[in-house]
């Protein structure tokens, strides 16, 4: 299942019609309950009130429900910002709002987090289960931030990919510490600390690079 090396920030996700989002409101149920592997299509139907050639007619198969799942709780929430108009907006408002997106849209958001502990739990035992979350969420997620970077050079950034990477897996391994890790109740760090740092870090490159220069 390869991603379009193609992809382009402002291809939306497809909308997601009532049908579908009342299958997806079941579908969570049954995979948080029972995991992956042991969720079945006949659960999904009854969870969701649907028949499972309702499913199969939306989704295709299991994978292709949980595919769009992921998409719904994560990249779905960034749409608005990831638009041509916004691919203008100064690079720090930018930047602020795609973490301040993550951070309450997705971050916020009990199933997102309840979804990334059963990928984690499963994924050595269900390797395919945690490829696909990286296929769909996290190699798209970067692609559409350094294409980003790369539109950008006054930012001096010499390799987007990677402050890409950086800059999202920031903000990642802030929310497994803080709300996984019980972080905030051992070695809390304020959100507004973090983006602050975070944005700094990145806005340094063209101010080291105007030095330079």
């Known amino acids: 299942m390869p991603i379009n090396p193609t992809f382009q920030l402002e291809n939306p996700l497809p909308a ?10 079941g579908a969570i149920q049954v995979f948080l309950k ?4 042991r969720t079945s299509m006949d659960r999904v139907s009854a969870a969701a009130g649907v028949s499972k050639q309702t499913i199969y007619s939306h989704f295709q198969d299991k994978e292709g429900l949980f595919k769009a799942l992921i998409e719904r709780l994560t990249l779905a929430c960034f749409q608005s910002i990831f638009c041509k108009e916004k691919l203008h907006d100064e690079p720090a408002i930018f930047l602020r709002q795609i973490a ?6 997705v971050a916020d958001n009990s199933d997102y987090l309840a979804l990334l502990r059963l990928i984690i739990t499963e994924s050595q035992n269900f ?9 769909t969420v996290v190699l798209r997620g970067r692609q559409m931030l ?9 930012l001096g950034i010499n390799d987007p990919e990677a402050m890409a990477h950086i800059f999202f897996g920031s903000l990642v391994s802030y929310v497994i510490s803080q709300e996984m890790l019980y972080g905030k109740e051992l070695t809390f760090l304020s959100r507004d600390r973090l983006l602050d740092s975070l944005i700094n870090a990145v806005m340094s490159q063209s101010l080291n690079t105007l030095a330079q220069g």
């Open 16 to 25: 997601i019609a009532p049908k579908q989002e009342q299958i997806l409101q």
């Open 127 to 135: 390797p395919e289960l945690a490829k696909l979350y990286t296929q």
């Open 34 to 37: 029972e995991g992956y592997a």
């Open 100 to 105: 301040e997106i993550y951070l309450t849209e």
């Open 146 to 154: 350094s294409q980003y970077f790369a539109s950008h050079p006054e």
